[in-house]
């Protein structure tokens, strides 16, 4: 049952995070009521359902029968998923397990309003930064070492490429990677968010879906990379321990 109530959950507030991605990009309130993003009408309680109400209606809109976006169930399904493996997988304790949902919301956020806008809002960052001041608080030194080091490499990238290879919100995000997991694991959300970014690029290439010189967003491979290491973030400090130096 409780895990039943943390899906249920993941996809109320996986609803509220498709508001928060819409209306940070176009700098609108959180107070108003929900409306329909193509006639404007005012959203009825019904039409709010995570889930329910998107194929209740078959994906499309109630009040003026356009399509609506499958990104509205998929960051409602993702986060839900992200909810139950992150309580269930992550070996922490309890009090730390509401933090890593909270971080999660964050980076489901971040992962889709860079996939969706090409924009990392700052607010974003600010939040997830407040969340991961108690993972900070653990080892003040490593985490700071590892923001600054990580930090300076994104802004020597975006720099010496002028803004070409990254955008100045992807620099933000590497910094608060760096603070939130410290050095060690920073640098290997880092290495993960390449990899993986250099694979989806090249394939992309292959089947002309971009072209060489086009840019693809690099904040959803970041959020990736984190949350890698958050799941197998023991198994990773130990071959890092085995083949490069032992850890105390």
């Known amino acids: 049952?409780?895990?039943?109530?943390?899906?249920?959950?993941?996809?109320?507030?996986?609803?509220?995070?498709?508001?928060?991605?819409?209306?940070?990009?176009?700098?609108?309130?959180?107070?108003?009521?929900?409306?329909?993003?193509?006639?404007?009408?005012?959203?009825?309680?019904?039409?709010?359902?995570?889930?329910?109400?998107?194929?209740?209606?078959?994906?499309?809109?109630?009040?003026?029968?356009?399509?609506?976006?499958?990104?509205?169930?998929?960051?409602?399904?993702s986060t839900a998923l992200l909810f139950v493996l992150l309580w269930t997988f992550v070996p922490v304790a309890d009090i730390y397990r509401f933090l890593y949902l909270a971080i999660g919301a964050c980076l489901i956020a971040i992962f889709f309003s860079d996939l969706k806008y090409q924009i990392i809002p700052d607010e974003l960052l600010i939040v997830y930064t407040l969340f991961a001041i108690p993972f900070f608080l653990m080892n003040p030194l490593d985490h700071l070492i590892g923001g600054i080091v990580i930090f300076g490499i994104f802004q020597f990238i975006h720099s010496v490429t002028k803004g070409k290879a990254m955008g100045y919100g992807d620099v933000k995000f590497a910094l608060v990677i760096?603070?939130?997991?410290?050095?060690?694991?920073?640098?290997?959300?880092?290495?993960?968010?390449?990899?993986?970014?250099?694979?989806?690029?090249?394939?992309?290439?292959?089947?002309?879906?971009?072209?060489?010189?086009?840019?693809?967003?690099?904040?959803?491979?970041?959020?990736?990379?984190v949350v890698l290491t958050i799941f197998f973030e023991k198994t990773l400090l130990q071959i890092i321990g085995q083949y490069f130096y032992p850890l105390r």
Request: charged share 15%.
């Open 1 to 77: 049952m409780f895990y039943i109530f943390l899906f249920i959950s993941g996809l109320a507030v996986g609803s509220f995070l498709n508001v928060v991605i819409d209306r940070l990009t176009y700098n609108e309130s959180f107070f108003g009521r929900s409306y329909c993003d193509f006639c404007r009408t005012q959203l009825k309680s019904y039409d709010l359902f995570p889930l329910f109400s998107f194929f209740m209606y078959k994906g499309i809109s109630r009040c003026c029968g356009k399509k609506l976006s499958w990104y509205y169930p998929i960051v409602e399904i």
């Open 178 to 225: 760096g603070l939130f997991q410290g050095l060690r694991l920073g640098a290997l959300s880092m290495y993960f968010a390449f990899l993986l970014g250099g694979i989806m690029g090249i394939v992309l290439v292959i089947f002309h879906k971009k072209k060489p010189k086009s840019m693809i967003a690099f904040g959803p491979f970041l959020v990736i990379g």
